[in-house]
């Protein structure tokens, strides 16, 4: 049994329904137990206990965790990077009229909160000119927004589409602000991964397989409807989701990718260590031994 962690779900975790759904875990010969957690920080210590064995997370999780002594590493890569929406309430026309107010994110220190610090940066503010709350995962952040308790975030579909229907405005995706950022990955930690190598690779071949499955044309009908069963999403958005993310390769997670993010994990925790080589914090034989 692996016990499988994710922050929130999103169209991104599409394949995670899919192996369930089509049994695909099971036919790999594992069984996979999964929990939202709801909070990448929770997340992350629960995984790097014990509690979990393996987390979907950002990479810069595992970046500052492994140098802050964890025994976690990235062995593939989830998904591309997520078409993040930059939402706002009515009243901003512009990331500088953020100054002075609160931003909601997942938590302040990680993930794609970094960004939006590097973002605002590149518009003239400072780290003191905004707030930022830490609420939790997507569906946190979506409440958060609507009811007030903040003026920006970043969410994933369908909660952007969601918020606009709510009156907020939308300012522009992730992917248009930062477009070579990786995307979430699939971590784990060494010593388990050593102990039960037989589980992790299964659990590599039944996502592999789900991947696939989505790639696949003639899935379309029957993949659509796996996902407004897990998200309020309408099923023509569903369709247009399948074509725009599934079109393209299975993703990965890339040595100049890590790079990327060591830059910002440096910045934001002023590390003072040199910066080594990204393979201190990957290891993809496991994934390569699964496709062989």
């Known amino acids: 049994m692996i016990k499988l962690a994710l922050i929130s779900e999103g169209v991104n975790t599409w394949p995670v329904y899919v192996a369930q759904a089509l049994g695909l875990w099971q036919r790999a010969g594992v069984e996979v137990d999964l929990t939202v957690t709801g909070s990448s920080i929770q997340q992350l210590d629960a995984l790097k206990k014990g509690a979990f064995d393996i987390g979907f997370q950002q990479v810069d999780h595992i970046v500052r965790g492994v140098e802050l002594g964890a025994d976690l590493f990235i062995f593939m890569g989830q998904s591309h990077a997520p078409e993040l929406s ?13 100054k002075g107010k609160t931003i909601v994110v997942d938590d302040a220190r990680t993930g794609y909160s970094l960004l939006l610090k590097k973002l605002f940066e590149q518009h003239g503010l400072r780290e003191m000119d905004t707030q930022f709350k830490n609420v939790g995962g997507s569906q946190e952040r979506f409440d958060a927004m609507k009811n007030g308790e903040g003026s920006a975030c970043f969410i994933n579909p369908p909660f952007d589409r969601n918020l606009v229907a709510a009156g907020l405005k939308n300012l522009g995706a992730s992917s248009d602000f930062f477009p070579t950022y990786p995307g979430p990955i699939a971590a784990a930690r060494r010593a388990w991964a050593r102990d039960h190598k037989a589980e992790l690779m299964a659990f590599i071949r039944g996502f592999n397989q ?4 989505l790639q696949d044309g003639t899935n379309k009908s029957a993949a659509v409807q796996l996902l407004p069963a897990r998200l309020n999403m309408a099923a023509d958005a569903a369709g247009r989701a399948l074509e725009r993310v599934f079109c393209q390769p299975r993703p990965q997670i890339t040595e100049d990718g890590v790079r990327q993010v060591m830059d910002l994990v440096w910045a934001a925790e002023k590390f003072t260590a040199a910066k080594t080589d990204p393979a201190k914090y990957m290891d993809l034989s496991y994934l390569r031994e699964a496709g062989e």
Do not use: K
């Open 86 to 98: 930059l939402m706002v309430s009515p009243d901003i026309n512009g990331v500088a009229d953020l």
């Open 210 to 213: 789900a991947y696939a499955w």
